[in-house]
């Protein structure tokens, strides 16, 4: 039945369609595998009600099953029911270990309906229960609170995420760029300074020489926005000598 179910949706039979996955479900209607079949079905359909439904009855068999309740909280959202999302993800934080992944998974469901603070609350959280293992998290909070405005809470969130990786100069990098959006040159200027002095002239690896003309590039175009022309120009012909195709 679930095939037949299949067959007449690629053949746009919608009812025969609904007919044939609600008899697979009535062949064993207890069956996780077979509920969740059911669901994934219902989403395609574009049956909210019935999907939201079905992975209720599933998670009272799999209360322990996290990725399915991750699954319900995007399905409330996608009805529109921010309340509900919230009460899925809070009660799952709140009965669950999770693993820094599903933080992810949940702030960006979040963060896909622009609810940035809820999807910051989630990662912080995360950061929280599993410290050692944050610095993805870090990344994904830096991002929403720069949409959500907050430059300053994104630079401190950025910093702690630096001292976790310290050798990590595109994490400098980024700061520097915060720095350069809020007009705070003389920081973002001392920044990029600060990258060139440990990063290899000759370009390795890890740096290539196009790394270091983009800092080159972004020193000049700063410096001359402060008005220190005779330091643009040193690192425009810096730039130039490195990477004369620029």
């Known amino acids: 039945h679930q095939q037949l179910a299949e067959a007449f949706v690629k053949a746009n039979l919608s009812q025969s369609a609904l007919q044939a996955a609600q008899q697979a479900l009535a062949i064993d209607p207890r069956d996780p595998e077979n509920l969740i079949w059911y669901a994934n079905f219902c989403i395609r359909s574009h049956d909210l009600p019935e999907a939201l439904s079905t992975l209720d009855a599933i998670i009272k068999i799999q209360p322990e099953n996290s990725n399915l309740r991750i699954q319900l909280g995007a399905m409330h959202l996608q009805a529109g029911d921010l309340n509900n999302a919230r009460h899925t993800f809070d009660r799952l934080i709140a009965e669950n270990k999770l693993s820094p992944v599903q933080f992810q998974q949940m702030a960006q469901i979040l963060a896909e309906h622009k609810e940035y603070a809820d999807a910051a609350s989630i990662l912080k959280q995360g950061i929280q229960q ?112 490195l990477d004369p195709d620029s």
């Open 130 to 241: 599993e410290p050692q293992s944050s610095l993805p998290l870090l990344m994904d909070l830096v991002q929403y609170e720069q949409k959500m405005g907050d430059i300053s809470s994104a630079i401190n969130t950025l910093e702690t995420a630096i001292a976790m990786d310290p050798a990590n100069v595109y994490l400098q990098v980024i700061k520097a760029d915060m720095y350069a959006y809020e007009g705070i040159y003389a920081d973002s200027i001392t920044t990029l300074e600060n990258i060139l002095s440990v990063v290899n002239p000759d370009g390795s690896s890890d740096h290539p020489v196009e790394f270091r003309s983009t800092v080159l590039l972004r020193l000049a175009y700063l410096s001359r926005k402060i008005g220190n022309f005779e330091k643009a120009t040193l690192y425009a012909r810096a730039m130039l000598e």
